[in-house]
Each structure stands twice: as C-alpha cells, then as structure tokens.
C-alpha cells in the first residue's frame, strides 16, 4: 500500500533510507535501518506496518480507499475511514505499551 502525503505513514516513509529524514537514523543505510528499527519498536510503532516488517513498501496507508487525498479533500466517508484507522492505531498502541509495561 502507498501512503499518505499527510499522515504518519508519510513520515515514516522519509525516515527510510533517501528519505528526507533518514539522516536522523545514522550516517550510510544499514545504520539508519538498524536505528529506524530499534526507534519503531521503541515507539510502538509496528502497528504501522503491514504485519509488523519494519519495511518502507510494508508501511500503511490509513486511507486506504483513497491513499493520496489531502484531509481538506476528502469526502465524508474516506474522513471516516481515515479517523477509524487512526483510532484503532491509537488504541493498538496503546494496549502494546499497557502489555509491555505489564511483562
């Protein structure tokens, strides 16, 4: 799935290597994986990707009908879509942080 130009999603993208914010990981591309990796888990930010690869093709979109649109241009129902799936990635994250904390 592609992502978003407004969302996370959009933002993990650039913390890949050539990406905008890649820099912040490490300075050549195993580095900046290894760290982008470690800093996802930290974070509890699997839950953006597709079955938990912490991959740039695995990241999700949250609008999936529509992956590309603006908040501003988006009909009603992908506005619904769009915060069904934030909700659900919020309260995802939520309970990991609760399971973690609890082992």
């Known amino acids: 799935m592609k992502t978003t130009e407004t969302t996370a999603g959009k933002s993990l993208f650039e913390c890949f290597s050539g990406g905008k914010l890649a820099e912040f990981f490490g300075v050549n591309d195993d580095m900046q994986l290894e760290n982008l990796t470690e800093w996802v888990k930290e974070q ?60």
């Open 44 to 103: 509890l930010f699997e839950v953006m990707f597709n079955k938990a690869e912490i991959k740039k093709e695995k990241i999700l979109a949250i609008n999936e009908k529509n992956p590309f649109i603006r908040y501003q241009k988006m009909t009603d129902e992908e506005l619904d879509e769009f915060l069904n799936k934030a909700v659900y990635l919020i309260k995802t994250r939520v309970r990991m942080k609760i399971d973690s904390e609890n082992k």
